[in-house]
């Protein structure tokens, strides 16, 4: 059977060599065409692939040999591009954030779901073994009732001038809709919705440090309380020389953190957990987020992507956060 063909849409993300090199190890799919509004781009990444380098979305939209489309454009191109995939009924990983906020996430989501198109975005931390751990822990109810929960995504991208080349899109509020907190956050954010569900409100405050990006922020730190009542934090940021401990859940009958990708679990529920020592019964990593997608385009399991619905809600907690930050004040979610 020959390979599934691709298209890509747009190659501006900082992870579009990853996703490259994870197309070209596989044997079951290939990228036939190449977009980008920046042509230099797009004959360049097109040349790695091996692929054609196109003058328009719409070659690529008309072309019935290719049913999957990566979008990996700049953000603010998300939903021209989204749309027109939809409306062509092409499968989509969009890389995140799905939307610069609510009204153009929300938009995006109801045309993916309309047009019944598979659907992922970058979300990789879910399928780690902690936060698997965790879920599953929180499912069983060995935490009791849980009070507090906090998520921490923090690297030293600004103090190391990572995006001052062709990322530099990335530091643009304009053109990504967030900066430090937002761009590493929204991984963060995913993590504490899937644990725990809808946001009701949210505060944050976020600052530059080095200030490397001119007034983009360069971390941050979020406050939120979920429908169910539990308090969560969240913390992210491009000036952080080490970020070890990742991961929280405090409730009134167990305890769990995450120090450099092992669990300290504590549970009066669970036999041998007293928190002294890593858990070392933890679940199988799933494929990367990408290679999930790749999977499911070809004709695997769908259950562990992302939804569309589930992306538009962490752009719109998210833009909340944003403009309690900018308000100083609390912002409700509908």
């Keep these: 059977m020959p390979p599934l063909d691709?298209?890509?849409?747009?190659?501006?993300?900082?992870?579009?060599?990853?996703?490259?090199k994870r197309i070209l190890a596989r044997d079951d799919v290939r990228v036939k065409a190449v977009w980008d509004h920046d042509a230099a781009r797009a004959e360049r990444r097109a040349a790695e692939l091996g692929a054609a380098a196109?003058?328009?979305?719409?070659?690529?939209w008309e072309d019935a040999g290719i049913p999957a489309v990566i979008i990996c454009s700049e953000t603010d191109r998300h939903e021209p591009l989204v749309l027109a995939a939809a409306a062509a009924g092409k499968h989509l990983f969009v890389?995140?954030?799905?939307?610069?906020?609510?009204?153009?996430?929300?938009?995006?989501?109801?045309?993916?779901?309309?047009?019944?198109?598979?659907?992922?975005?970058?979300?990789?931390?879910?399928?780690?073994?902690?936060?698997?751990?965790?879920?599953?822990?929180?499912?069983?109810?060995?935490?009791?009732?849980?009070?507090?929960?906090?998520?921490?995504?923090?690297h030293s991208g600004s103090l190391g001038r990572w995006f001052d080349t062709e990322w530099l899109w990335m530091t643009d509020l304009v053109q990504a809709g967030v900066g430090a907190f937002g761009d590493l956050g929204t991984h963060s954010l995913d993590?504490?919705?899937?644990?725990?569900?809808?946001?009701?409100?949210?505060?944050?405050?976020?600052?530059?440090?080095?200030?490397?990006?001119?007034?983009?922020?360069?971390?941050?730190?979020?406050?939120?309380v979920f429908a169910n009542g539990v308090v969560g934090t969240l913390a992210a940021g491009w000036v952080d020389v080490q970020n070890?401990?990742?991961?929280?859940?405090?409730?009134?009958?167990?305890?769990?953190?995450?120090?450099?990708?092992?669990?300290?679990?504590?549970s009066s529920r669970v036999e041998?957990?007293?928190g002294k020592t890593p858990w070392a019964d933890l679940p199988a990593a799933w494929p990367h987020a990408f290679e999930l997608f790749l999977d499911a385009v070809t004709g695997?399991?769908?259950d562990r992507l992302v939804t569309a619905q589930e992306a538009a809600a962490r752009s719109t907690v998210m833009e909340a956060m944003y403009a309690a930050a900018r308000d100083m004040a609390w912002v409700t979610l509908d």
């Design 244 to 266: 070890p401990v990742t991961a929280l859940v405090s409730g009134t009958e167990g305890h769990a953190y995450v120090c450099e990708d092992k669990v300290y679990f504590k």
């Design 95 to 154: 890389e995140k954030p799905l939307g610069l906020g609510h009204a153009d996430a929300a938009r995006m989501a109801d045309a993916i779901d309309a047009a019944g198109v598979i659907f992922q975005t970058g979300y990789f931390m879910r399928g780690q073994p902690v936060h698997q751990f965790l879920r599953e822990q929180i499912r069983l109810g060995n935490f009791g009732q849980i009070t507090r929960v906090r998520h921490s995504n923090c």
């Design 6 to 20: 691709l298209g890509l849409i747009g190659a501006a993300h900082i992870h579009t060599p990853n996703f490259i």
């Design 54 to 60: 196109v003058a328009t979305p719409e070659a690529i």
């Design 191 to 224: 993590i504490l919705m899937w644990l725990m569900g809808d946001v009701a409100r949210v505060t944050a405050t976020m600052d530059t440090a080095v200030a490397n990006y001119g007034p983009t922020d360069e971390f941050g730190e979020g406050l939120m």
């Design 272 to 274: 041998g957990a007293d």
């Design 300 to 302: 695997g399991a769908t």
